[in-house]
């Protein structure tokens, strides 16, 4: 089992750096970083290859709307040209809050999107001449929607691998199940392993039906809390405000994909609770809306008993990377937290 983890996405690259540098030493296999609405992402991993040597470093996530799929393809390969091929470019839709909100473009047909930039970032790698014309993308510019004088073009580096691996953030069916189909790499939210398959089962086997074998094997990037002790129950409480935001604030009352989620695991009087007092501002009482016993299963907090249990769990049900959140109130105690993570998944 790999361990990833989030870092932060707000600013002090050095900081960070420095820190990742120690996780790296500890065991940490693959790090994330975010893009949402602060500095860039590719700032930040850039400024990470410069500072470490074997760990992986993975975009979670750069928005499939905010680059061009080219722009997007030269990104990826510049990134793990800086990083000696250890680059993942992670995908993702994100939502209209974002999307139309602070970059001010439409949020539309994620899927079909998600494919035609995927497709052709692999024919930039290859570094074929890029011609595709497709339903959102044309490369080049068909001279009727343009001057008629664009060409096809090739990427002018020689990238370190023609095959980045593509991890694609994904929730609903469609999307999980294209995600099993064409990427390297499928990161859930929320993942509740005794329910993931009953949710998630039939978009994932639809999905790999069509999976070209070279592929490989797809990977799966579970994102759970992690608090190891024998004291750290009342952290579940820490958790369920998170919770709380995406289940009852991400999106409008008529459309929420987390919501719909919970809903989907069993908690659909719940996560409706939990909307209406969201979205009445009354976000303390949705946050203790929230059960229990839906954050301690998706969730790594317990005792090191429960949480080597826990572990088991997430694998069983097809998870290869934690890509965990560590609650710790400084670098030295997430340090710890991913050495005794570590100790537990060797």
């Not at 030493?25 to 500072?51: M, T």
């Not at 995927?118 to 595709?132: D, G, P």
């Not at 069983?316 to 710890?336: F, I, M, Q």
Request: aromatic share 8%; hydrophobic share 45%; with cysteine.
């Amino acid at each position: 089992m790999r361990i990833g983890l989030g870092i932060n996405y707000a600013g002090g690259f050095k900081e960070t750096a420095a820190e990742v540098a120690d996780l790296e030493r500890a065991g940490l296999d693959i790090v994330f970083l975010a893009e949402a609405y602060s500095f860039d992402a590719v700032s930040g991993l850039g400024y990470l290859a410069a500072k470490t040597e074997k760990i992986d470093l993975a975009s979670g996530i750069l928005q499939i709307y905010t680059r061009t799929p080219s722009l997007t393809a030269m990104t990826a390969a510049g990134l793990d040209f800086v990083s000696d091929g250890r680059f993942v470019l992670g995908l993702g839709a994100s939502g209209p809050q974002v999307i139309e909100g602070f970059h001010g473009v439409p949020y539309d047909a994620p899927i079909g999107r998600t494919r035609e930039i995927v497709e052709i970032c692999r024919q930039v790698w290859r570094r074929e001449k890029v011609n595709y014309q497709g339903k959102y993308y044309q490369v080049p510019l068909p001279a009727d929607k343009g001057t008629g004088l664009g060409k096809s073009l090739k990427l002018i580096n020689h990238p370190v691998r023609e095959r980045i691996p593509v991890l694609l953030a994904a929730l609903g069916p469609k999307n999980v199940a294209l995600a099993a189909e064409i990427a390297e790499g499928w990161q859930p939210i929320f993942f509740h392993p005794e329910k993931a398959h009953e949710v998630w089962g039939d978009a994932i086997a639809a999905g790999k039906a069509k999976r070209d074998p070279a592929l490989g094997e797809l990977e799966v990037y579970a994102g759970p809390v992690l608090a190891i002790g024998d004291d750290v129950e009342p952290m579940l409480e820490f958790v369920k405000p998170h919770l709380a935001l995406y289940i009852g604030g991400m999106g409008a009352k008529s459309k929420n994909f987390y919501n719909e989620l919970a809903t989907r695991y069993g908690y659909g009087a719940e996560a409706d609770r939990i909307q209406e007092l969201y979205l009445a501002g009354r976000k303390d009482e949705a946050a203790q809306a929230v059960p229990t016993e839906l954050v301690r299963a998706i969730s790594l907090i317990g005792p090191v008993g429960f949480v080597k249990e826990r572990i088991a769990a997430f694998a069983e049900a097809g998870a290869t990377t934690l890509n965990v959140t560590p609650l710790a109130s400084d670098a030295a105690a997430r340090l710890k937290m991913i050495e005794q993570l570590r100790s537990l998944t060797d």
